[in-house]
Structure formats: structure tokens, C-alpha cells
């Protein structure tokens, strides 16, 4: 069953500090990778994605960084504000023709 | 407004019901999905539409069935033989591009089952 693996489970950023989420995949047949953010009680929404013919995307204090050899991408949140403590999930292509397969998530925490 | 709907919001079932979660969306969207959600196990999914007619099951699909005869609409009903059904569920669609069903996924808020 193909996996992503998310790191860590749980994060504590002091406000104004960087945030850093880690996710490694399986092999896939295309290259799509999002990341989705979810507040408790709400379904999760969609914050960043990126299809790597580059290896870097960013937007605001989001980036994604992707290192297709290493089969790892991750999220990097600059000057983390207290209203981004979430629960924030990788995801990956499965199979053609099947869903995203999800990382187990990890709860961030940004201490004011 | 564009969006997908989920009701009810919360639910509570006695042991031995069969309990059925709705699942509405006007995105215009082909695919479906429904996952649940338990703490620390992210998301799994149950069950994925492709289109109208047709399902396939997901990683945990043992107590739970679908049925997919509109676009706009994915029930899901959560049998008595789900041994542990109390969960957050989420519905989910998306756009088929190809094959692969790699099109940004737009997330319903949840409905919350709890059995007494």
C-alpha cells in the first residue's frame, strides 16, 4: 500500500520563527504534490501545490521545496503568525485512476 | 455560491443503526471522494468516485457503502458491521484532468459521528 510519510507529528514555532514540515513518497507516475491546511472542526483546505518541472514554489510565507531524487518535498512556513497553528497534510498522486494519498499531518503550534 | 455541503454537522447513532452522511457539491466536479478522519491517523479514505454509476472502494471500506447516481451528489451510509464508526468524515471532489485524479481536491466542512 503506498505510503507518505510526514515529519513531524506535532511542531512548536515561536512567532516570527520558520516552520518546517517534511514528507517523503512513494514512487509515483505524476508529479503533483499539495499541501493542505485544516483548523479544527473544518474540513481542510488547500494552501500550496506544486507539479515540479521547477523544484521551488512560493507564495506569501508559504514555499514548497521539492527534491525529486530524494522522492522528498516540504513545506516551509516563513515568520510563522499565531493564526497559522493548524494541521497542516501532505499529499501525493497514488496510482492512475486512484485518489491523493495523505501524510498523517502534523499539528503546528506558534506560541505568541 | 460554489462549494460542497455536508450534512448533518453532527449525528449520533445507537449501536447496531445504519446511518446514512450526505454529500452535495455544485463545483461540477466528475470525482468524489469520502475519508475519515480519527486523531493522529490523518486521512483515510473509504470510498472515490470517478463518475455517475460508478465506485471504487478506498484503504477502509469494510462497514461502509456509497452510491453515486448524480454528478452532484455521494452518500455515504455507515453500516452496522463498521465496528468503531465514530469519526470525523469529510467529503471531498475534484475535476478529472486525466487519468489521474491529481486536480486540486476541495474539501466539505465534515460531519461528526458519534455512537451512544
Known amino acids: 500500500q503506498q505510503q507518505v510519510k510526514q515529519s513531524p507529528q506535532s511542531l512548536i514555532v515561536q512567532k516570527g520563527g520558520i516552520s518546517i514540515i517534511n514528507c517523503a513518497y512513494e514512487n509515483t507516475a505524476f508529479d503533483y504534490f499539495p499541501w493542505y491546511q485544516q483548523f479544527p472542526g473544518k474540513g481542510p483546505a488547500l494552501l500550496i501545490a506544486?507539479?515540479?518541472?521547477?523544484s521551488e514554489k512560493k507564495e506569501g510565507r508559504f514555499t514548497i521545496s521539492f527534491n525529486k531524487s530524494a522522492k522528498q518535498f516540504s513545506l516551509h512556513i516563513m515568520d510563522s503568525q499565531p493564526g497559522d497553528s493548524a494541521t497542516y497534510f501532505c499529499a501525493s498522486p497514488g496510482q492512475a485512476g486512484t485518489a491523493l494519498i495523505f501524510g498523517k499531518g502534523t499539528t503546528l503550534s506558534v506560541s505568541s | 455560491d460554489g462549494g460542497i455541503t455536508q450534512s448533518p454537522k453532527y449525528l449520533f447513532r445507537k449501536e447496531g443503526q445504519n446511518v446514512t452522511l450526505s454529500c452535495e457539491q455544485n463545483?461540477?466536479?466528475?470525482?468524489m471522494y469520502w475519508y475519515r478522519q480519527d486523531p493522529g491517523q490523518g486521512l483515510r479514505l473509504i470510498y472515490y468516485s470517478q463518475i455517475v454509476n460508478d465506485f471504487q472502494k478506498g484503504d477502509i471500506a469494510e462497514g461502509y457503502s456509497v452510491s453515486r447516481e448524480k454528478k452532484e451528489s455521494f452518500p455515504l451510509t455507515v453500516t452496522s458491521a463498521q465496528k468503531n464508526p465514530t469519526a470525523f468524515y469529510l467529503c471531498?471532489?475534484?475535476?478529472?484532468?486525466?487519468?489521474?485524479?491529481?486536480?486540486?481536491?476541495?474539501f466539505g466542512p465534515g460531519t461528526r459521528l458519534t455512537v451512544l
Open positions: 506544486i507539479r515540479p518541472d521547477v
Open positions: 463545483l461540477n466536479h466528475d470525482a
Open positions: 471531498a471532489s475534484s475535476s478529472r484532468t486525466s487519468d489521474y485524479l491529481t486536480d486540486t481536491q476541495y
